[in-house]
């Protein structure tokens, strides 16, 4: 059975704070791995992590992947209010008609 | 344009009832999902769905059932509603195979039972 483990499930930052956020997981014929942020209404895609060791970037967050000791981590710098979310990573089989199983998301609140 | 959408938006129904809620993409995906987001905010996968085989999370009640006419929609199915339905469903849909394996949300649907 698949498992992701996401820490911390919440966690509560100053403005202007780097938080890294952290997903372990065991999944059979592992794909890939992805990060989606939740605000009020869905999620929405923010990263999606193949290879071992190549960072991502967008902006002020950044993910990497370690398909050795099979977790990723998100970070994120200079916080802002606005990254105050769920943060959801979600491991990926190699397979066709495969859903994504979501870990249960660390809860970020950012306060100025 | 949305690309994954959802109707209704909201729902409040009473216990016994039964209701669907429709969901559809013009994305040309060929697999679509439903998932439950319930009060601590979990997400979880209910039905995994294309032309070939639906998969279905044993977790799953069997009062819910997913119906898909076309490739484009896939349409959830409610019996005999219970308070521990009340939560957001979300549908998704992703194109199999390639390398975008990104999957697309819909803006949710707020199921409450009551």
């Known amino acids: 059975e698949d498992k992701v483990v996401q820490s911390p499930l919440s966690l509560v930052v100053h403005e202007g704070d780097t938080v890294t956020l952290n997903c372990s997981y065991e999944?059979?014929?592992?794909?890939?791995l992805l990060w989606y942020k939740q605000e009020k209404k869905a999620p929405t895609f923010l990263f999606m992590l193949?290879?071992?060791?190549i960072e991502k970037k967008s902006g002020r967050l950044s993910s990497i992947l370690d398909k050795k000791e099979l977790f990723s981590i998100l970070n994120i710098t200079a916080t802002q209010t606005g990254d105050s979310a769920i943060y959801l990573c979600?491991?990926?089989?190699?397979?066709?008609?495969?859903?994504?199983?979501f870990g249960k998301g660390t809860r970020l609140s950012v306060i100025a | 344009d949305t690309a994954v959408s959802q109707t209704p938006k909201y729902l409040v129904t009473q216990m016994g009832n039964d209701k669907s809620i429709k969901c559809e993409q013009n994305?040309?995906?060929?697999?679509m999902y439903w998932y439950k987001q319930d009060s601590k905010k979990f997400l979880k996968i209910m039905f995994s769905?294309?032309?070939?085989?639906?998969?279905i999370n044993e977790t799953v009640p069997n009062r819910f059932s997913p119906k898909s006419p076309d490739k484009a929609h896939l349409n959830l199915h409610i019996n005999s509603l219970e308070l521990g339905d009340s939560a957001v469903y979300f549908c998704?849909?992703?194109?199999?195979?390639?390398?975008?394996?990104?999957?697309?949300f819909g803006e949710g649907s707020w199921l409450t039972v009551v």
């Open positions: 998704a849909s992703r194109k199999t195979g390639g390398a975008g394996n990104t999957i697309y």
């Open positions: 999944v059979t014929n592992f794909r890939s």
């Open positions: 193949t290879s071992s060791g």
């Open positions: 979600a491991p990926f089989r190699n397979s066709g008609n495969t859903p994504l199983v």
């Open positions: 994305l040309g995906h060929d697999t």
């Open positions: 769905y294309n032309n070939k085989e639906l998969i």
